[in-house]
């Protein structure tokens, strides 16, 4: 079955750049997407990528796939402490559901 | 505005007595899907349902049932709470399907601790 792999902590200072890493099994995923959650709170889409493409940029977010090796990351520039949250990444494989990862916190120290 | 709403938001229950947990979304989706979120594991899908009156298992049905009647409502449904089934939940929408790249939209979540 398809499976999505993230480190499961980060810690950056703020002002640096933060990559956050994930990888996934299977190579018929249509659709990759990165979910931020604050504490206490619910998921909100950052940005998703479509399978056929290699990078997409955001503002201060940018998304690179590297469909080969199945890696999935998603670079935050000029990391805040307002960026401090849990980052899931999510493929959708099949037409019926989202396959998350495990979660990677990331901790901006000032 | 666009809104998945999930009642309640924070619950403590004992084992045994049956609860339902309701999420209503205001954007006539055609897809609503139900999760649980555990620390390491993170979103697992309960069940989903592509329309009214269709639904099926996810990845982790076991002690859950889930309704359609309505397209707007998709209430989750726990008979007979045991511990294990302490998570946070949530409720997601979309206009069709994941695989096709809609924006999905979730709820705020549920806290469920079952003693």
């Known amino acids: 079955g398809e499976d999505v792999e993230q480190s499961l902590f980060l810690s950056v200072r703020e002002g640096d750049s933060s990559v956050i890493n994930c990888t996934y099994t299977d190579s018929s995923s249509t659709y990759l997407y990165w979910y931020k959650q604050e504490p206490g709170a619910g998921l909100q889409l950052l940005t998703y990528i479509f399978s056929n493409m290699d990078m997409k940029q955001d503002q201060r977010l940018t998304v690179l796939l590297n469909k080969k090796d199945k890696h999935l990351s998603l670079r935050i520039a000029d990391t805040q402490t307002g960026d401090s949250a849990i980052y899931f990444c999510?493929?959708?494989?099949?037409?019926?559901?989202?396959?998350f990862g495990t979660g990677t916190r990331l901790q901006v120290t000032l | 505005e666009a809104q998945v709403t999930q009642n309640p938001r924070y619950l403590i229950t004992v084992t045994g007595k049956k609860l339902t947990v309701t999420c209503s979304q205001n954007?006539?989706?055609?897809?609503m899907s139900w999760y649980r979120q555990d620390p390491g594991l993170g979103l697992r899908q309960i069940y989903y349902s592509m329309n009214v009156e269709v639904t099926d298992k996810g990845d982790v049905p076991e002690g859950y049932k889930v309704s359609r009647k309505e397209k707007r409502n998709f209430p989750l449904i726990l008979e007979s709470p045991s511990p294990n089934q302490t998570s946070l939940y949530f409720c997601a929408s979309s206009y069709q399907t994941p695989y096709s790249g809609n924006t999905i939209y979730f709820g705020e979540g549920s806290w469920l601790t079952v003693v």
């Open positions: 954007m006539n989706h055609e897809y």
């Open positions: 999510a493929e959708s494989y099949t037409a019926s559901k989202l396959t």
